[in-house]
Nanobody
Framework: QVQLVESGGGLVQAGGSLRLSCAAS????????MGWFRQAPPGKEREFVA?????????YYADSVKGRFTISRDDAKNTVFLQMNSLKPDDTAVYYC????????????????WGQGTQVTVSS
């Protein structure tokens, strides 16, 4: 498994932007597909946000964020990013990154490794 640490969360006004980062340990980062999920409120099932394939050529988004969020990866830095623009109060959640060597990237059960999460709060 790979160890993941998210950063970049915070408080932002509606319409603003944030960039989340997820740093991975190990030398096999490029062998993992990566995903972002969010959870709000605590205890609710984690919701798929975005995913990127091992090669970086394929990306996937939830309908609720398509056109506003962009996922990318930098294998040289073992990091995956989530650029979030035009943020809305409904985007408020704890955001988690996750790693997998499997497919079905929209399903949380696919992922084997998870970060600790970073809080994103969007005020109206």
């Amino acid at each position: 498994q790979v160890q993941l640490v998210e950063s970049g969360g915070g408080l932002v006004q509606a319409g603003g932007s944030l960039r989340l980062s997820c740093a991975a340990s190990g030398r096999t980062f490029s062998s993992y597909a990566m995903g972002w999920f969010r959870q709000a409120p605590p205890g609710k099932e984690r919701e798929f946000v975005a995913a990127i394939s091992r090669s970086g050529y394929s990306t996937y988004y939830a309908d609720s964020v398509k056109g506003r969020f962009t996922i990318s990866r930098d294998d040289a830095k073992n990091t995956v990013f989530l650029q979030m623009n035009s943020l809305k109060p409904d985007d408020t959640a704890v955001y988690y990154c996750a790693a997998t060597k499997k497919y079905s990237l929209r399903a949380s059960r696919t992922y084997d490794s998870w970060g600790q999460g970073t809080q994103v709060t969007v005020s109206s």
